[in-house]
């Protein structure tokens, strides 16, 4: 008898248990959803020339809990590179860490080379910031001469992707029209882990760099005006050195 009514209240407890969890995970998962409908991105484009800052800017209403992670997906075109040098002395310097897909080879040109992806972790000292901002340094790489006499090139740079996680929300089957897709968990890439992408309201043009290029209509006129000088200097040196031979 005892042993039965034991056995009934382990039951009931478990219960308990189990539909405490289940309100709580559906309270974050409410709280994940208005910040999908609420959440925006807007980009900027700081300094002048081959070194330029890609300004982005995350607005999320409700305040953010320390629960809830945010994950920025840039897909940069051949055009630029990110330092990954560079990043590593801004670690101590700024809140939020990045992992790039593949190795940055700093020297190729932009022709020999192919575009990479970038993950962004924001990592505000206030988890409940509604407002996340973040500064990624970006280069532009040299280009092919033009053979029609331009002197600039453009390489756009597409919109971050936002994607949202909660780590108390396990039911991400309910977010439409937002698609969940696999992303790694930390800047660690140690796994990979469930995010739902935002569908954002109103979708934003691409920004446009502008990054100046020879003129591939002169190399001719460059390399023969470079060899008569050397051929000028050659015999200037050769004579020079006849007659101070015979003094």
Not at 45 to 51: L, M, P, S, V
Not at 114 to 141: A, N, W
Not at 221 to 238: A, D, E, K, N, R
Request: proline share 7%; aromatic share 8%.
């Amino acid at each position: 008898m005892n042993f039965i009514l034991l056995s009934v209240l382990t039951w009931l407890a478990t219960c308990h248990c189990s539909n405490e969890r289940g309100e709580k995970n559906g309270d974050h998962c409410d709280l994940l959803k208005q910040w999908l409908e609420s959440a925006s991105v807007s980009v900027e484009i700081g300094k002048q020339g081959f070194h330029r800052e890609v300004i982005i800017t995350v607005e999320l209403s409700p305040a953010v809990l320390s629960s809830a992670r945010v994950l920025l997906v840039n897909r940069w075109p051949r055009g630029v590179f990110i330092d990954p040098y560079q990043l590593a002395s801004l670690r101590d310097q700024s809140d939020w860490q990045t992992l790039l897909d593949s190795a940055i080879d700093l020297e190729a040109p932009a022709h020999k080379t192919s575009g990479f992806v970038s993950y962004v972790f924001p990592t505000p000292d206030d988890p409940t910031r509604r407002r996340l901002k973040v500064t990624i340094p970006v280069h532009g790489r040299y280009h092919e001469p033009s053979s029609v006499g331009e002197t600039f090139t453009s390489v756009f740079i597409q919109p971050p992707e936002l994607l949202l996680r909660d780590d108390k929300c396990l039911q991400l089957n309910n977010f439409e029209p937002h698609t969940v897709v696999d992303a790694p968990c930390t800047a660690n890439n140690s796994s990979t882990c469930p995010w739902v992408k935002i569908q954002q309201h109103q979708r934003h043009s691409p920004i446009g760099l502008q990054f100046p290029v020879g003129d591939g209509s002169l190399v001719i006129p460059v390399c023969g005006g470079t060899l008569l000088v050397t051929m000028i200097c050659c015999v200037v040196l050769s004579k020079y050195m006849w007659n101070h031979q015979f003094i």
